[in-house]
């Protein structure tokens, strides 16, 4: 079952706001079990809007659109599909009692702009809403049933799940189930080299990939005849793609790397102390945006010039002018003090280079040296790391997470 | 002049992704005077692409597209655009070059899959990826020109600025000029208010907005008979909205508010040290996403457990028993402490509670101490504010660095 959604407004189409709606609403019908197949952003502009709905009636059963219908000179979004249907607006009395209400309400008096809003094509079914002065309404193009909601998130967001998703849910279909499992460790290549052979094992089954640095998503999508066919085969289906990514699958659905591993610190009852450097304080933000970080977390020291690591780590001064402050000893050093002086049972250090400057040929920018300090002893990892400034202290973040939930584990 | 942006990927139809990548690129081509008439999000489907850029061809003069270069098999755009072009895939020897290189260098094998990025419609031309392995190219469909990029927003917006950009600036019209301005401090209908107005004062100026959380950007933006003309009425509607906004303006273009904060100590020639708790790290990530940070920045202690606010800044913990950890006088401790461990010139602390627990009727959720410590004493501010726990940790990092900035002017 095909549908599209279309967002109107030259706002959008001039990059001046981002259109959360298109995300939303597909994923809300995605969940119903909707192929959404195009999602389409026009400016204000009555024959665009127009043709768009001809276009997309003739591939797709059901069309939700958003935007249009304020009350000023450039919400033309009625007066489009008026056109299209070849019929006139017409003012719907009880939306314009709505609309009358809610300006007294506010102690305020209703426009003839406003008056405008109760202005629907010829034969549309208006679909209320109690949270603003937009209704919306909806039409049928032949076969298709397309809804118009206004383009304010949270009014869209309640009229598409009091009035469009009871309208629609009987004509999707049952027979596709979806798995998402967050993976984090290879390039997207790889992935899809180990999972070579998976679509074709299982028949109905298509893998999709998503890659949102330095993570990549994969999306395991079934359909068969029936809900419990579908589910089934996804089911034998994700089986097949764990086993093969087993090492670097690390959750799934909406789960995130961070959350993750401060899940598992405190299943262990784990605290954790950090010193870190060139990421200047990512990992403990990547921590922190979760909620309940302080169920684990004590402290995270960002000691990030060369005297910090002396002065308030107590670093040996020798030894950082030996080495080098991006070192296995430097890092070694500050993981052992961060948790002598937090009295943390696990502490994870690390030092590098970001660049864009700093690298040596000895050194390059990337390079990356992690120390886990524990009641067990100290162990140092170097790593290369590839990309510009951001993406190594990211892929650095990432790799100092994993360490400490090896370590945990 | 018209154009269209096209995002190809079945991760955006079925709204897994936000698809940040059609406003930015929207509101780069509307920058250079384009008018964007058509974002369109179609699913990898062969068929689909295909009759869009057909459909999109009859009606722009440049097409815009992002996604489905990828090594998997559901990356199918330079299969879709060969096929709209009735021409053939033909392999870039120079590409696949660049790619295996970008393996070796990592110290991996490329894969076949990988190979397939150096497959390009046979007459397209190149468009270089220096920072990725899937290269852009450049079809015509006869008078329209076709530009392809990858979907991952950092390769897109490189090739976009230097590969795209350059071959459609001279196509653009000369007539119109726009100026970027960035705020902080205010809501969006504040701002709105305060420039009521500007467009009736200033003819052929329209003034836009975009929300990025908490900033809000200010376009101003003119059309004249040439290139001069737009640029005069530029500068006086853009002195104008300076005078009404000179306190909430930060920077302009592409300026971050961390990396101006950065920027002003660097000048000033003084040194900063932090101490954070509800935050987590943020402010310190701000500043150090920006190279050079380590000509200012000394140290970020995120003391997030009371342990570490005693232990490492050894903030007394009858203060913390008596006031609470999230107070002014702790605040005032965390700063003083790490300024004098430190030899900072500026220290800033804050603690407060992120939530979505730890709130109290006297302090709710939202409630952030902030203190800045100089030679010439500690002054410490409390606010109150809104929104989730990213939204409370993001604004306390923006506020923060205000009071850095004003310390430092």
């Known amino acids: 079952m095909t549908c599209a959604v279309v967002c109107i407004g030259t706002e959008l189409t001039r990059g001046e706001l981002v259109n959360t709606n298109a995300a939303w609403l597909a994923a809300g019908l995605t969940d119903i079990g909707f192929e959404v197949v195009e999602d389409v952003v026009i400016d204000d502009f009555t024959p665009r809007i127009t043709s768009t709905l001809m276009r997309l009636s003739r591939v797709s ?3 939700v659109c958003t935007g249009g219908l304020g009350p000023t000179t450039d919400d033309l979004t009625a007066e489009a599909v008026a056109e299209a249907q070849g019929v006139k607006l017409v003012r719907d009395a009880a939306s314009l009692d709505h609309i009358r209400r809610r300006f007294e309400k506010h102690g305020r008096i209703m426009s003839d ?27 049928r193009f032949g076969e298709t049933l397309a809804f118009f909601m206004p383009g304010v998130p949270h009014e869209m967001k309640r009229m598409f799940e009091e009035q469009v998703v009871p309208r629609i849910r009987a004509l999707a279909p049952a027979d596709m189930v979806q798995v998402r499992l967050r993976t984090f460790g290879v390039p997207e290549s790889v992935v899809g080299e180990r999972l070579a052979g998976v679509e074709a094992a299982h028949p109905g089954v298509i893998i999709g990939y998503r890659a949102h640095f330095p993570e990549i998503e994969v999306k395991v ?13 996804c089911e034998a289906a994700t089986a097949d793609v764990r086993a093969r990514l087993s090492d670097i699958i690390y959750g799934e659905a909406d789960d995130t790397f961070a959350g993750v591993v401060g899940r598992t610190l405190r299943q262990k009852g784990q605290t954790l102390a950090i010193a870190e450097s060139c990421t200047g304080g990512l990992v403990g933000h990547m921590l922190t945006r979760e909620p309940g970080a302080s169920d684990f977390l004590l402290v995270d020291v960002v000691a990030y010039a060369n005297s910090a690591k002396t002065r308030l780590l107590g670093v040996d001064e020798d030894v950082i002018r030996g080495h080098g402050p991006v070192s296995s000893e430097v890092a070694a050093s500050m993981a052992e003090a961060v948790r002598r002086i937090s009295g943390a049972d696990i502490a994870l250090s ?10 040596t040929d000895d050194r390059p920018v990337g390079t990356v040296f992690f120390a886990v300090a524990t009641a067990k002893g100290t162990t140092v990892k170097e790593r290369k790391l590839p990309g510009d400034r951001l993406q190594i202290q990211t892929l650095a973040a990432y790799v100092a997470l994993s360490l400490v939930r090896q370590h945990c584990e």
């Open 221 to 233: 999508l079934a359909r068969g005849t029936s809900n419990a066919e579908a589910r089934a085969l």
């Open 113 to 139: 702009s406003n008056a405008k809003q109760a202005d629907f094509p010829e034969g549309a079914e208006i679909l209320p809403n109690p949270i603003g002065t937009a209704a919306g309404f909806s039409v």
């Open 350 to 359: 690390l030092t590098g280079i970001a660049g864009p400057s700093g690298g």
């Open 61 to 63: 059963k059901v069309i």
